[in-house]
């Protein structure tokens, strides 16, 4: 319908990016594909009126499908059709642009659009395995259009970008680049990688960390990449090509995967898997939030700010340090004539604290820590005071502000072992 309705209006409509590359995958291993993202590119207009082609035809289709919901965002003269029944099972994304140049008035700003044809849109994409286009209409409907050699990079299982400057303009392609390689199980072309490596060395993160103001869509698009990387099941093979190319400095330039970072990545699974085993919490951004934990105190609420992080999450890396020195207390050892932090202390000081919380203290804090924090998530957490406020009543004691006390009391004396039983209880309140 789409060919159809472009076709009928002289334009010419082809499908690109990421759908034509899984199908020429797909199609290398004769494996079935299921494609939920589609983006279509409509050229060869000759008026200036049509730059607003890929709207128009947005809106023609959506006259056709009408369960269809229309998104139309002006300054880049796309629009996209959603089909959303069930986000899992049966959810289609179509994506209609007008092709375009994207010109950069200054590295990694925000794009400008032109209309041009669709050479130039394939150019100013990220790699060259995702800049051939299917052509829709006719006249030779079903020809590929591989100007940069993407087919030959697909069957070298390699990416490759498409110019030097590529990571200049555009740091966040280093993550896309990282993310395509380990998912696909390429390569990085070693030119590629050297390119990489100049734009690093160049200081390109200084800009992806420090313009927040001047260009947050970068901000956006980096955070975006990373939840791609941290939610994927190749996470950890990504992560470790980010840190040997340096990346990691464009979420900072003080970040690097050393030792220290890939231990507190390790704890922090193994805090996940025991602490969240229902997986309540949100893994990729426990993930992220325990990279940016590895950073100097003063660091950490600046970058997820950055980074558009929830208020919780900001809140958290603020904080982080003044929750670990408060935590650090659970670990008093017996000396001196001094006794152990009792149980009820235990929950006193963590009960102030959310899971999410808990975990980066633990990720980053001794074992002797970890298990007291354990300790309090599974057993002491759930301790209840013997009576409850009915049983006060029941007992003559007079309802007021005082029961929160007595109540409190009562759970630390249970979780101290010192009462068990009911009859220890009400001897506990009287004494
Ligand atoms: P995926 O299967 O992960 O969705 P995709 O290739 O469809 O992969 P998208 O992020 O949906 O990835 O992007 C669609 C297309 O837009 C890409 O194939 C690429 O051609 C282009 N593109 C996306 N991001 C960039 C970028 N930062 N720079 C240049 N081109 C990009």
Redesign the pocket.
């Known amino acids: 319908k789409a060919s159809q309705e472009a076709q009928r209006r002289g334009w010419h409509l082809y499908l690109?990016?990421?759908?034509?590359?899984?199908l020429l995958l797909a199609k290398a291993v004769t494996r079935t594909l299921l494609i939920k993202?589609i983006?279509l590119v409509v050229d060869g207009f000759h008026k200036a009126a049509d730059v607003g082609a890929g709207v128009e035809l947005a809106k023609a289709l959506q006259q056709i499908y009408t369960t269809a919901r229309l998104e139309v965002h002006g300054a880049f003269q796309t629009a996209a059709l959603l089909w959303h029944k069930d986000p899992e099972l049966d959810s289609l994304w179509v994506?209609i642009a007008t092709s375009r140049t994207e010109f950069y008035p200054y590295p990694a700003a925000n794009p400008e659009v032109e209309a041009s044809s669709i050479r130039q849109d394939?150019y100013?994409?990220?790699?060259t395995i995702?800049?051939m286009a299917l052509r829709l209409t006719s006249p030779n409907s079903g020809e590929l259009l591989d100007f940069f050699g993407g087919l030959h990079d697909l069957e070298a299982k390699q990416i490759r970008v498409l110019h030097a400057n590529?990571f200049i303009?555009?740091p966040?392609?280093i993550y896309?680049g990282v993310?395509?390689a380990v998912?696909l199980g390429f390569h990085l072309e070693p030119q590629t990688e050297e390119y990489i490596r100049y734009a690093i060395d160049s200081g390109v993160y200084d800009r992806t960390a420090r313009e927040n103001g001047r260009a947050p869509a970068l901000q956006t698009?980096l955070k975006?990449e990373l939840k791609?990387i941290l939610e994927a099941p190749y996470w950890k093979s990504a992560l470790q090509l980010l840190g040997d190319l340096g990346a990691l400095k464009c979420i900072h330039h003080t970040l690097s995967l050393d030792e220290n970072l890939l231990r507190q990545l390790r704890l922090l699974e193994r805090c996940l898997r025991r602490y969240d085993p229902q997986g309540t919490l949100i893994h990729w951004q426990m993930r992220l939030e325990a990279l940016i934990a590895c950073l100097a105190s003063e660091y950490r609420g600046e970058v997820a700010k950055n980074l558009q992080l929830p208020d919780d999450s900001i809140h958290r890396l603020e904080n982080l340090a003044k929750a670990r020195e408060n935590v650090e207390k659970i670990s008093v050892l017996p000396e001196n004539g001094k006794a152990e932090i009792s149980p009820s202390q235990v929950v006193q000081l963590l009960r102030q604290y959310d899971l999410p919380m808990l975990i980066l203290v633990a990720v980053q804090s001794s074992r002797t820590i970890r298990q007291k924090i354990w300790k309090y998530l599974t057993v002491w957490s759930q301790v209840q005071p013997i009576l409850n406020g009915n049983d006060l009543k029941k007992l003559g004691y007079k309802p007021g502000p005082h029961f929160r006390q007595m109540l409190d009391d009562l759970l630390a004396a249970t979780l101290d072992g010192k009462i068990c039983d009911r009859f220890e209880a009400e001897k506990f309140l009287i004494d």
């Not at 690109?16 to 899984?22: E, H, I, M």
């Open positions: 690109v990016g990421g759908a034509v590359r899984d993202d983006d994506d394939l100013r994409r990220d790699f995702n800049a590529s303009e555009d966040t392609r896309r993310r395509f998912r698009r975006a791609h």
